[in-house]
């Protein structure tokens, strides 16, 4: 069978999964040179062998020979649910505007769906907003857990100074809003802006002295649509305000647990600008009322 292609800008991108002892290495070294950025290792070859030969999944996105990125994932079970858990997608750094990581996800879900299995889970770092913007944003996947300190301490993005929070995500690869995702429906600008002045925000947040945001406070989720901020860019943040990094995490943790506690839903992720400022929200829901019993 050929391989499926996508045309991005200059080049053609071949998508099919990995098979040869060179491209797992390649795979490896490509973990090494970008999984820092996403708290990950990188997967020693022969563990990656050994997920593909049973039962699990590594696809790879091919200029040529070239492997421009890489997804890798492996069955799961929770004692209910069987699905795909996707450990890890990486795309060097000249590829990263390309749409790779969209298209290795979109061919991921073609495979997980022929082995007749219709869920894929991920977790990863709340206050990575291009990670928000990709998997929940655009193919439709809910955050539906935190995870406090997942990966202990000197894990993750920051290092050792602040704890390795993720959220763990669930993409179920039939619902409706992740059909109408993956097909490129999204709401548009405006409705994002309404929305973002129609809800109300669950932290708060101030403009510090580099220009980038810090958060102030945080409140419990009362109303039925709320907002909560995350930074726009994280590596301005630890780059020009390093201080801030763990009031971020703390504040964002607080957001994320009371309103899981209190059963919102994060049914959204988007970028605003406001005021000529351009700012990332995760948008959520509160419980629907339950209705009023029966008389006797």
Do not use: C
Not at 88 to 116: F, I, W
Not at 219 to 227: I, Q, W
């Amino acid at each position: 069978m050929v391989a499926p292609t996508a045309r991005t800008g200059k080049e053609e991108f071949r998508l099919r999964r990995l098979d040869k002892p060179e491209e797992f290495r390649a795979a490896e070294e490509l973990a090494a040179l970008v999984g820092a950025d996403v708290g990950e290792t990188p997967v020693p070859v022969p563990l990656q062998r050994t997920v593909q030969d049973n039962g699990g999944l590594l696809l790879g996105a091919f200029v040529d020979i070239y492997l421009a990125g890489f997804s890798f994932g492996f069955l799961g079970w929770d004692g209910k649910t069987l699905y795909v858990y996707s450990q890890l997608t990486a795309v060097r750094p000249e590829y990263q505007n390309h749409h790779v990581g969209r298209m290795l996800k979109l061919r991921q879900r073609e495979e997980v769906l022929a082995l007749g299995l219709s869920e894929v889970r991920w977790s990863f770092d709340p206050l990575l907003s291009h990670q928000a913007l990709l998997g929940v944003r655009r193919l439709g996947a809910e955050p539906d857990r935190y995870l406090v300190h997942y990966y202990g301490r000197g894990a993750g993005t920051e290092g050792s100074a602040v704890p390795s929070d993720r959220v763990r995500t669930v993409w179920r690869l039939n619902d409706p809003r992740v059909v109408e995702r993956v097909s490129g429906a999204s709401p548009t600008q405006e409705s994002d802006s309404e929305r973002w002045k129609g809800s109300s925000p669950i932290l708060e947040t101030e403009v510090g002295e580099h220009g980038l945001r810090r958060p102030v406070s945080v409140e419990e989720p009362s109303a039925p649509r709320v907002h909560l901020e995350i930074p726009f860019d994280l590596a301005l943040l630890r780059e020009h305000e390093p201080d801030s990094m763990r009031p971020w995490r703390l504040a964002v943790r607080d957001a994320f647990r009371a309103s899981f506690d209190l059963g919102y839903r994060v049914d959204d992720f988007a970028v605003v600008t406001a005021d000529h400022e351009r700012r990332s929200f995760y948008f959520l829901s509160g419980p629907k009322p339950t209705g009023t019993p029966a008389a006797p």
